[in-house]
């Protein structure tokens, strides 16, 4: 099971909907990213070895191609522009030097 919680930044107002890292759903596995090009933390899809497949390659089991596809931002279809979250840090992608915290006040899902 994948989830996913609200992180907030201390000193704007972003907020985002992530599973901060790594997470494995029961299909699909998640690690989160600042996108460069659109300023957004985001869920990327991947697999167990780090390789990244599109959702419908996925779904569909057809990973047979194990060549390493592209990154690709799910908010701006970037694919030059991601980073890895660092999620010890979990700086704002929006301020010079926010960081995100849990927000208690929002909410948690369980995506998958
Ligand atoms: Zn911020
Ligand atoms: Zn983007």
């Known amino acids: 099971m994948g989830s996913k919680r609200t992180y907030k930044c201390i000193k704007c107002d972003y907020t985002v ?21 659109c300023k957004n933390i985001v869920d990327v899809c991947i697999d167990r070895e780090g390789e990244t ?7 569909f089991k057809n990973m047979k191609n194990k060549h390493r596809l592209d990154l690709t931002c799910p908010k701006c279809s970037s694919k ?6 660092k999620t010890r840090l979990r700086p704002c992608p929006k ?11 929002g909410k948690e899902i369980l995506w998958d």
């Open 17 to 37: 909907l992530t599973s901060a890292g790594k997470d494995w759903g029961m299909i699909a596995v998640v690690d989160t990213y600042i996108c460069n090009s």
């Open 53 to 59: 497949y599109k959702r419908h390659d996925i779904l």
């Open 80 to 85: 030059t522009d991601l980073i890895k979250w």
């Open 95 to 105: 301020c010079d030097d926010g960081k995100m915290e849990v927000d208690p006040d």
